[in-house]
């Protein structure tokens, strides 16, 4: 299994530009969540989905928009890219947890984002 | 939302074992705690979680006190590549995860 993978690896982007970050998993895990990191910071909760064709707000959203079509794929869509999202992106998937335990995640390699 | 509390760094000699304390005193009655570990700037990395019981596999050992107000990783063996960064961790709402800022853990030779 290749786990999670992300692309690309690094991207620089000019303020009001538009990208989508890539995030496939083949562990066929129901559950994905985008995060982001900020220099010297914990990871922040983007968007999570728990299935395909359901998506829900993270801790910090404004700005991003997912879509899950298939079980393997969560895109992370930037449309008017600004400074403040220059930052680590790291996706991760997990198998579906319960009211109150959750099955470990699983993290892609991560994607580093500059916006000037 | 359940949040945790932990030390911003700690060093540990190599050989010896690393205890990283964590704070939770927010933690409900059915709620896991759970530990990862960020190398560098890798994506982090599963270690070990628990509920009351003390818990151990082939990277740690985790200790939850009886109130379940606090825990403690236990890595009986600290060698260079242990080196990182050590998340605390309880659920928040929904199927949220806090991850915090951490400790800094530096394995010196």
């Known amino acids: 299994n290749a786990g999670v993978t992300q692309t690309p690896k690094f991207r620089i982007l000019k303020i009001g530009q538009s990208m989508t970050l890539q995030c496939t998993q083949d562990?066929?895990?129901?559950?994905m969540y985008w995060y982001r990191q900020d220099p010297g910071m914990g990871l922040k909760l983007i968007y999570y989905s728990v299935g395909a064709g359901i998506t829900d707000k993270g801790e910090v959203p404004n700005g991003y928009n997912v879509s899950r079509s298939t079980t393997e794929d969560f895109p992370l869509r930037l449309e008017l890219a600004a400074p403040s999202q220059t930052s680590v992106y790291f996706c991760a998937s997990s198998y579906p947890g319960t009211a109150f335990k959750y099955y470990e995640q699983y993290f892609g390699p991560g994607t580093r984002l500059t916006v000037t | 939302d359940a949040k945790t509390t932990q030390p911003t760094s700690m060093d540990c000699a190599e050989g010896r074992a690393a205890n990283l304390p964590c704070n939770h005193s927010?933690?409900?009655?059915?709620?896991?705690v759970y530990w990862y570990r960020q190398i560098h700037s890798q994506g982090p990395q599963y270690i070990i979680h628990?509920?009351?019981n003390n818990e151990t596999n082939e990277m740690a050992s985790l200790i939850i006190t009886e109130d379940r107000k606090s825990s403690t990783l236990i890595l009986p063996h600290a060698t260079l590549r242990d080196t990182a960064v050590y998340y605390c961790i309880v659920r928040g709402t929904g199927n949220q995860f806090y991850f915090g800022t951490g400790t800094s853990l530096t394995v010196i030779p």
């Open positions: 628990g509920l009351k």
């Open positions: 927010t933690i409900s009655g059915n709620e896991y």
């Open positions: 562990m066929n895990h129901n559950y």
